[in-house]
């Protein structure tokens, strides 16, 4: 295994039991994905690219396989998840998923609070992601509500890498931008990965993306296999 | 305090919608803590009212016993009354004598009760005094006069006995502590001047005696003084008594009345006449009456209403033989009739504060699955970021309580405005008799006529006085008490608890993939 490999997923297999049956969302599905690199995943809608980042996420639990995460599976039983998620990875939605009630600045801060940091260098680091983010100093008090989709979706990843994690996994990242906006955010991410050594892990339907994306595989019906770019 | 912050600061963020759960709220809390007000009111004032009504019982002759004695002396003609008193013997006269009085035996025995906790005994009887005159007496005897009426034919209603009765008559009240005497404590009389004869001077039979300022100051006597007193039915050596006067009292109730009277009466301004009554150990009394070993009556203090009923089945069983004779009266009618008014409007405010705090519950419960509902994005996030179920359940404990502290914050406040009216809403419209003693003391009920206040108690002046009654409201207050504050903050907690059932439930439960993935 390579030094950069940071996600290293083996068999991973999950289904859903919905009224008609069990669905299989990810059927036997092994990759890597490394550090310093953006790694793509497309597909259809309901191919499973999301249950698959959720999975590597910890929010959703596969019913086997092995997911490993910097040489330690995840899956273990004595891998505390939250933890796991708070200092591992950061997450990047759709519909950006920001808490409705906190400005920007207090929406980066939130997993630096929970992470116990101390709220005068939350407020630093917060502002700092903010800046580099480019997120003007007076959108900073500004709630969710009161930005604009690619404001929100820039706050969105300041938070994902408030607690500087390794990971970031961004889930249709552009899905609900328009196309200039869109490929701001998606020049920032593949800067995080190339400038900053992050794994960005997309998912997402827009082909395009692979332009940016240092491997891509393609995802239909749970099952991937990888694009040669 | 990371968490509290976190909460508070969430309470504020989501603050219109934490408000209008605040005002519902304050609505029911202040119902229900008004309810607690009325109730931990209505308990304080029962156990107040338990303390000095309901827990007094006397021995003394039963009214049944005594009616039948009247009914039998009532059918004999004059002549019969008189030839049966001339053939009187000795022993007959002391067995006439000690008829209408209780053994001390039956009382000592009942005062060892466990329930017991003060005990005197009383005996009240008229005694001659040859130096001094009974100018009440004297005064009957005029008008009496004055209507053609014969001296002897008075008595019934006011005590006035038949047997002997002279101007030198004065009523002596015995027991076994000045200071305890039914009139000192109920505050019908007052010591002036001097002290009160003490329990020793009972054991010791010290022959002492108070007297009514009046009635000393018309005979001149003093501090210090002795009066002669004839021992009943004894003639020759040891037929009188020397009593050192040790006390002067005056008749409060008298005074007050003169006061009163002069308001509407000037040619009444002055009227306060002299009291005929004489307090001295009932040892002394018992030689002066000739009845050793009997008293008028048992007066007993027990420790709660709530042991009545074992009190009177102890007395039962005391006074196995002779309960026809000798009967336990309480003051449990007295306590029933101030203490029920409170009891029903504490029940009712039992009722409804259990459905208040019912209201409170399900309001609260009904609240948090809407706001729940409404925030669950927000808790997936929370979830999905790196927060543990335990700071996410703390955030909304931290937020429901700062609900519920201001919602009761502001019940208790308006409670403090409310709770009296609430308290007079309660309560039923209901008065309560309260017996208050007459001007003076009637001379010369016992033995001899005693038969007009069977029902009223020692307790509330004297046996043989007259008495008015009034009638007076029951007043429920209701006062503000650190114990209300006390239930309030157990009131907070319940419904803060209640309330974080459903977070609870929901944040364990929550996936925040399902959410997140959500549009």
Same mark, same amino acid.
């Not at chain 2, 303390?51 to 007094?56: A, H, R, W």
């Not at chain 2, 209403?305 to 009177?312: C, G, R």
């Given at each position: 295994?390579?030094?950069?490999?940071?996600?290293?997923?083996?068999?991973?297999?999950?289904?859903?039991?919905?009224?008609?049956?069990?669905?299989?969302?990810?059927?036997?599905?092994?990759?890597?994905?490394?550090?310093?690199?953006?790694?793509?995943?497309?597909?259809?809608?309901?191919?499973?690219?999301?249950?698959?980042?959720?999975?590597?996420?910890?929010?959703?639990?596969?019913?086997?396989?092995?997911?490993?995460?910097?040489?330690?599976?995840?899956?273990?039983?004595?891998?505390?998840?939250?933890?796991?998620?708070?200092?591992?990875?950061?997450?990047?939605?759709?519909?950006?998923?920001?808490?409705?009630?906190?400005?920007?600045?207090?929406?980066?801060?939130?997993?630096?609070?929970?992470?116990?940091?101390?709220?005068?260098?939350?407020?630093?680091?917060?502002?700092?992601?903010?800046?580099?983010?480019?997120?003007?100093?007076?959108?900073?008090?500004?709630?969710?509500?009161?930005?604009?989709?690619?404001?929100?979706?820039?706050?969105?990843?300041?938070?994902?890498?408030?607690?500087?994690?390794?990971?970031?996994?961004?889930?249709?990242?552009?899905?609900?931008?328009?196309?200039?906006?869109?490929?701001?955010?998606?020049?920032?991410?593949?800067?995080?990965?190339?400038?900053?050594?992050?794994?960005?892990?997309?998912?997402?339907?827009?082909?395009?993306?692979?332009?940016?994306?240092?491997?891509?595989?393609?995802?239909?019906?749970?099952?991937?296999?990888?694009?040669?770019? | 305090?990371?968490?509290?912050?976190?909460?508070?600061?969430?309470?504020?963020?989501?603050?219109?919608?934490?408000?209008?759960?605040?005002?519902?709220?304050?609505?029911?809390?202040?119902?229900?803590?008004?309810?607690?007000?009325?109730?931990?009111?209505?308990?304080?004032?029962?156990?107040?009212?338990?303390?000095?009504?309901?827990?007094?019982?006397?021995?003394?002759?039963?009214?049944?016993?005594?009616?039948?004695?009247?009914?039998?002396?009532?059918?004999?003609?004059?002549?019969?009354?008189?030839?049966?008193?001339?053939?009187?013997?000795?022993?007959?006269?002391?067995?006439?004598?000690?008829?209408?009085?209780?053994?001390?035996?039956?009382?000592?025995?009942?005062?060892?009760?466990?329930?017991?906790?003060?005990?005197?005994?009383?005996?009240?009887?008229?005694?001659?005094?040859?130096?001094?005159?009974?100018?009440?007496?004297?005064?009957?005897?005029?008008?009496?006069?004055?209507?053609?009426?014969?001296?002897?034919?008075?008595?019934?209603?006011?005590?006035?006995?038949?047997?002997?009765?002279?101007?030198?008559?004065?009523?002596?009240?015995?027991?076994?502590?000045?200071?305890?005497?039914?009139?000192?404590?109920?505050?019908?009389?007052?010591?002036?001047?001097?002290?009160?004869?003490?329990?020793?001077?009972?054991?010791?039979?010290?022959?002492?005696?108070?007297?009514?300022?009046?009635?000393?100051?018309?005979?001149?006597?003093?501090?210090?003084?002795?009066?002669?007193?004839?021992?009943?039915?004894?003639?020759?050596?040891?037929?009188?008594?020397?009593?050192?006067?040790?006390?002067?009292?005056?008749?409060?109730?008298?005074?007050?009345?003169?006061?009163?009277?002069?308001?509407?009466?000037?040619?009444?301004?002055?009227?306060?006449?002299?009291?005929?009554?004489?307090?001295?150990?009932?040892?002394?009394?018992?030689?002066?009456?000739?009845?050793?070993?009997?008293?008028?009556?048992?007066?007993?203090?027990?420790?709660?209403?709530?042991?009545?009923?074992?009190?009177?089945?102890?007395?039962?069983?005391?006074?196995?033989?002779?309960?026809?004779?000798?009967?336990?009266?309480?003051?449990?009618?007295?306590?029933?009739?101030?203490?029920?008014?409170?009891?029903?409007?504490?029940?009712?405010?039992?009722?409804?504060?259990?459905?208040?705090?019912?209201?409170?519950?399900?309001?609260?419960?009904?609240?948090?699955?809407?706001?729940?509902?409404?925030?669950?994005?927000?808790?997936?996030?929370?979830?999905?970021?790196?927060?543990?179920?335990?700071?996410?359940?703390?955030?909304?404990?931290?937020?429901?309580?700062?609900?519920?502290?201001?919602?009761?914050?502001?019940?208790?406040?308006?409670? @403090?405005?409310? #709770?009296?009216?609430?308290?007079?809403?309660? +309560?039923? =419209?209901?008065?309560?008799?309260? &017996? !208050?003693? *007459? /001007?003076?003391?009637?001379?010369?009920? @016992?033995?001899? #006529?005693?038969?007009?206040?069977?029902?009223? +108690?020692? =307790?509330?002046?004297?046996?043989? &006085? !007259?008495? *008015? /009654?009034?009638?007076?409201?029951?007043?429920?207050?209701?006062?503000?008490?650190?114990?209300?504050?006390?239930?309030?903050?157990?009131?907070?907690?319940?419904?803060?608890?209640?309330?974080?059932?459903?977070?609870?439930?929901?944040?364990?439960?929550?996936?925040?993939?399902?959410?997140?993935?959500?549009?």
């Amino acid at each position: 295994m390579s030094e950069q490999v940071i996600i290293n997923a083996t068999d991973v297999n999950k289904t859903f039991q919905v009224k008609a049956g069990e669905v299989n969302a990810i059927n036997s599905v092994s990759f890597t994905a490394n550090r310093g690199e953006v790694t793509t995943i497309v597909g259809p809608s309901g191919s499973g690219k999301t249950t698959l980042l959720y999975v590597v996420g910890s929010l959703e639990k596969p019913e086997s396989g092995s997911i490993e995460v910097a040489g330690r599976d995840i899956l273990d039983s004595g891998t505390n998840l939250v933890r796991y998620r708070r200092e591992n990875i950061g997450f990047v939605f759709q519909f950006f998923n920001l808490v409705p009630t906190l400005t920007a600045l207090e929406n980066v801060m939130l997993p630096m609070d929970l992470a116990g940091i101390r709220p005068d260098e939350q407020r630093r680091r917060a502002t700092e992601l903010l800046d580099r983010m480019g997120v003007k100093d007076r959108l900073l008090k500004a709630k969710p509500t009161k930005m604009s989709g690619g404001e929100n979706q820039r706050v969105a990843i300041a938070r994902a890498l408030a607690n500087d994690p390794d990971i970031i996994l961004a889930d249709e990242p552009t899905g609900n931008l328009d196309t200039a906006t869109g490929s701001t955010v998606i020049d920032i991410l593949s800067s995080l990965a190339r400038e900053n050594d992050k794994c960005v892990l997309m998912v997402t339907h827009d082909e395009s993306i692979l332009a940016v994306s240092d491997r891509a595989f393609h995802m239909v019906d749970g099952q991937l296999s990888e694009i040669i770019l | 305090m990371r968490v509290f912050q976190r909460g508070f600061r969430s309470f504020r963020r989501n603050l219109v919608r934490n408000l209008i759960v605040v005002v519902l709220l304050f609505v029911c809390l202040t119902f229900s803590m008004s309810m607690l007000a009325v109730k931990l009111a209505a308990d304080s004032q029962v156990q107040t009212i338990k303390q000095t009504v309901g827990n007094y019982a006397e021995i003394k002759i039963s009214s049944a016993y005594q009616m039948k004695q009247f009914e039998a002396e009532r059918t004999k003609t004059a002549a019969e009354r008189s030839a049966e008193a001339r053939s009187l013997t000795t022993a007959q006269e002391q067995a006439d004598r000690v008829a209408s009085l209780v053994p001390e035996k039956l009382t000592d025995a009942f005062a060892k009760d466990q329930y017991v906790k003060t005990y005197d005994k009383v005996l009240s009887t008229s005694v001659t005094l040859s130096d001094i005159t009974n100018t009440n007496i004297q005064q009957l005897f005029q008008i009496r006069e004055n209507n053609g009426q014969s001296a002897g034919g008075a008595g019934g209603g006011g005590g006035l006995g038949t047997g002997g009765m002279t101007s030198n008559s004065f009523f002596f009240s015995g027991n076994t502590n000045g200071a305890s005497a039914s009139d000192f404590t109920t505050g019908a009389k007052k010591l002036i001047k001097g002290r009160y004869f003490t329990y020793a001077d009972y054991t010791n039979s010290n022959p002492v005696v108070m007297i009514e300022k009046n009635l000393a100051s018309q005979n001149s006597l003093k501090i210090g003084d002795t009066i002669e007193a004839t021992v009943s039915g004894v003639s020759g050596v040891g037929s009188t008594m020397e009593l050192k006067i040790i006390g002067i009292y005056k008749t409060v109730e008298s005074e007050s009345q003169s006061k009163s009277s002069s308001s509407s009466s000037s040619s009444q301004a002055d009227f306060n006449p002299a009291g005929s009554t004489f307090y001295a150990p009932l040892s002394v009394v018992q030689k002066l009456n000739n009845t050793a070993g009997y008293v008028t009556l048992g007066s007993y203090y027990f420790d709660s209403v709530d042991n009545t009923a074992a009190i009177k089945a102890a007395y039962k069983k005391d006074a196995t033989g002779t309960t026809s004779k000798y009967q336990l009266s309480t003051d449990l009618s007295d306590y029933s009739s101030i203490a029920d008014p409170l009891l029903k409007a504490r029940n009712t405010s039992v009722i409804g504060l259990s459905g208040a705090l019912g209201a409170c519950a399900l309001i609260i419960l009904l609240a948090m699955v809407i706001i729940i509902s409404n925030r669950t994005r927000e808790l997936g996030i929370l979830k999905a970021i790196g927060s543990t179920d335990r700071q996410v359940i703390s955030q909304f404990a931290v937020e429901i309580l700062c609900v519920c502290m201001v919602a009761i914050i502001l019940a208790m406040g308006a409670t @403090a405005l409310i #709770g009296q009216s609430m308290g007079n809403w309660l +309560l039923p =419209k209901t008065t309560t008799k309260t &017996t !208050t003693q *007459s /001007s003076s003391s009637t001379p010369g009920g @016992a033995p001899g #006529g005693m038969m007009g206040n069977q029902n009223q +108690l020692y =307790k509330e002046g004297s046996s043989f &006085t !007259t008495s *008015s /009654s009034t009638q007076k409201a029951v007043k429920l207050n209701v006062v503000y008490r650190g114990t209300l504050f006390l239930y309030g903050i157990l009131i907070l907690v319940g419904i803060s608890l209640v309330g974080m059932a459903i977070p609870v439930f929901w944040i364990i439960r929550l996936r925040p993939a399902r959410v997140l993935s959500m549009e």
